[in-house]
């Protein structure tokens, strides 16, 4: 089975950082792409970070800069690194990954970015 498990959020203060991890099971991080998602109260998901099978780095434009995705596949895991915080980052966090049999959620993450 399939398990995505995110991890590293909490509360910090705006301009602060925050690493994210999600940790994988039942699939290889390596051979699929991998997005970070966020959901802020009464906003739609957005899609925030996202690197390929090839190793290619996407970011939404509103964290260009400030957010570094990456993925280490010793351990079959997909880092977002948050730098320079604002409360507008403020949202649950979720890793999101697919393949043949289906796509697969985390359960989310929250950030609260104080201001």
């Known amino acids: 089975q399939v398990r995505l498990v995110e991890s590293g959020g909490g509360l910090v203060q705006a301009g602060g950082s925050l690493r994210l991890s999600c940790l994988a099971s039942?699939?290889?991080?390596?051979?699929?792409?991998v997005e970070w998602f966020r959901q802020a109260p009464g906003k739609e998901r957005e899609m925030v970070a996202r690197?390929?099978?090839?190793?290619?780095?996407n970011y939404a434009n509103s964290v260009k800069g400030r957010f570094t995705i990456d993925r280490d596949n010793a351990e079959n895991t997909v880092y977002l690194q948050m730098k320079v915080l604002k409360p507008e980052d403020t949202a649950v966090y979720y890793c999101?990954?697919?393949?043949?049999?289906?796509?697969?959620w985390g359960q989310g993450t929250q950030v609260t970015v104080a201001s």
């Open positions: 039942g699939i290889r991080f390596s051979e699929n792409l």
């Open positions: 690197i390929t099978r090839g190793s290619s780095r």
């Open positions: 999101h990954t697919r393949d043949w049999r289906g796509e697969y």
